[in-house]
């Protein structure tokens, strides 16, 4: 079985192709402010979205969607927040999850839009 690491690029790359086929545009993979971290950054018509992948194999214990604490989502917040500073988008911001779940014949994708909201965190 390939490590965490690998198999968090797969389920990266899934979801970029996932998107794409979704008439998303991809703006950034892994944008980096500090120790914080997006792992994809896209276009969905008027949204700028935030989406949170979180990838796991087959023997998983809990929906990867679910291991999303609060805690994660406010940096989410807090990285979001300083993409949009350096970046000057002027769209209304959406925080999306993609679980991507590897079995050996295959993968499946649960794209959640609207995962959770700024102020509920």
Do not use: C
């Given at each position: 079985m390939a490590d965490s690491k690998e198999i968090g690029k797969l389920g990266e790359d899934l979801s970029v192709d996932f998107l794409i086929n979704k008439s998303y545009k991809i703006v950034?993979?892994?944008?980096?402010?500090?120790?914080?971290?997006?792992?994809?950054?896209?276009?969905?018509?008027?949204?700028?979205?935030?989406?949170?992948?979180?990838?796991?194999?087959?023997?998983?214990?809990?929906?990867?969607?679910?291991?999303?604490?609060?805690?994660?989502?406010?940096?989410?917040?807090?990285?979001?927040?300083?993409?949009?500073?350096?970046?000057?988008?002027?769209?209304?911001a959406r925080f999306d999850i993609i679980s991507v779940v590897i079995h050996p014949e295959g993968h499946l994708i649960n794209h959640i839009e609207d995962a959770f909201f700024p102020y509920n965190s």
């Open positions: 950034k993979r892994n944008w980096r402010f500090g120790h914080l971290e997006l792992d994809l950054i896209a276009i969905d018509g008027a949204n700028l979205v935030f989406v949170e992948v979180k990838t796991r194999s087959a023997d998983y214990l809990v929906e990867p969607e679910l291991s999303l604490t609060k805690k994660q989502q406010r940096f989410l917040i807090q990285a979001a927040n300083a993409f949009i500073d350096m970046h000057a988008y002027d769209m209304n």
